[in-house]
């Protein structure tokens, strides 16, 4: 059974930062690409951050460009988002995906609350 398990969400001031994981199982880890996704209150689910199963990652949207790094462990089967510079915007339950456009299978997500 695939199961993905997000951590590190949380309640954080405008500024500050959090480091969310992803641990992944049930499947061949090294052999796919996987992501984040979000979904703010009342907007559609969108995709902050893919890596490949090289480690390199695709450009991140606008909206998280040199805050946002996505990060793997092919050993440990976990992915990572490191989230700086937070901004009330960045307000969402984040989801971690395995696959890309199409997304495979989905975790149940972590929230993360950026007050102001």
């Known amino acids: 059974e695939v199961q993905l398990v997000e951590s590190g969400g949380g309640s954080v001031q405008a500024g500050g930062s959090l480091k969310l994981s992803c641990a992944a199982s049930g499947f061949t880890f090294d052999d796919h690409a996987i992501g984040w996704y979000r979904q703010a209150p009342g907007k559609e689910r969108e995709g902050v951050s893919c890596?490949?199963?090289?480690?390199?990652?695709?450009p991140y949207p606008d909206s998280v460009t040199g805050r946002f790094t996505i990060s793997r462990d092919n050993a440990k089967n976990t992915m990572a988002l490191q989230m700086n510079s937070l901004k009330p915007e960045d307000t969402a339950i984040y989801y971690c995906?395995?696959?890309?456009?199409?997304?495979?299978?989905w975790g149940k997500g972590t929230l993360v609350t950026v007050s102001s």
């Open positions: 995906a395995q696959g890309w456009r199409p997304v495979g299978y």
């Open positions: 890596i490949a199963i090289s480690g390199s990652s695709m």
